[in-house]
């Protein structure tokens, strides 16, 4: 599968604790992004990179929150301290960012429940 | 920020018949509308996109079309087949800032 990988698929863990999800994008990309999904709601924009570095990240993201892309192809997406409020899917994307031409492409994503 | 609405939050038809999803967006800034569709427990999967330059798109029996004046763009699915039902999504951004803001969806039934 040449697709965007994430892993883990599931996640539960208790509230304080702290979880990291990794993303694998599709191998040229160049672009990475991370989005929460929560129930009938559509993906919420958290943060993305070029490369190695973290272009934009959105005002909703707590500090609790961190991601890194330290040789611009993998992903990580840590929680500190997590509340019951963080539950929900967190989807990872790639894009291959030419002139004109930026499509995303989703990845399975990881369902964290916090207890 | 952009804003994205989208209508209907669902929407029931019959096999064979079109189906029309409707999005309005808030920032004229905005040059890039993808549709995604989302089927239970899978990852949203891009089926149509659309930009700024053109008015119209169309896929085999998917179409979007797109009004920059009012700023809204539609989706278009016609003889709608059972497999057809899922969560569709649009989604609006500026090209060189990709914060991508998405609809809250439609959730398509196609009755056979």
């Known amino acids: 599968d040449t697709g965007v990988s994430q892993d883990p698929r599931h996640k539960i863990t208790k509230r304080g604790q702290n979880v990291t999800f990794r993303c694998d994008p599709i191998s040229e990309h160049n672009r990475l992004y991370w989005y929460r999904q929560t129930l009938g709601q559509g993906p919420e924009f958290l943060t993305y990179f070029q490369n190695e570095a973290q272009l934009e990240k959105s005002r909703l993201l707590s500090d609790r929150f961190s991601a890194e892309r330290p040789k611009g192809s993998f992903s990580t997406l840590e929680i500190q301290r997590t509340e019951q409020g963080d539950s929900a899917m967190y989807l990872c994307?790639?894009?291959?960012?030419?002139?004109?031409?930026?499509?995303?492409?989703f990845g399975p994503g990881t369902r964290l429940t916090v207890l | 920020g952009e804003n994205v609405e989208q209508h209907p939050s669902t929407l029931s038809v019959q096999e064979g018949d079109s189906a029309v999803i409707k999005c309005t967006y808030s920032?004229?800034?905005?040059?890039?509308f993808p549709w995604y569709k989302q089927e239970l427990g899978k990852r949203p999967q891009l089926i149509i996109d659309?930009?700024?330059?053109?008015g119209e798109k169309k896929d085999q029996r998917i179409a979007v079309t797109l009004n920059k004046t009012a700023k809204h763009f539609s989706l278009h699915i016609t003889e709608t087949q059972p497999e057809d039902s899922a969560v569709y999504f649009c989604?609006?951004?500026?090209?060189?800032?990709?914060?991508?803001?998405f609809g809250a969806g439609t959730r398509l039934t196609v009755k056979p």
């Open positions: 989604a609006a951004s500026i090209s060189y800032n990709n914060d991508m803001r």
């Open positions: 920032d004229s800034a905005s040059n890039y």
């Open positions: 659309i930009r700024s330059n053109v």
């Open positions: 994307a790639s894009s291959l960012k030419l002139a004109g031409e930026d499509t995303q492409y």
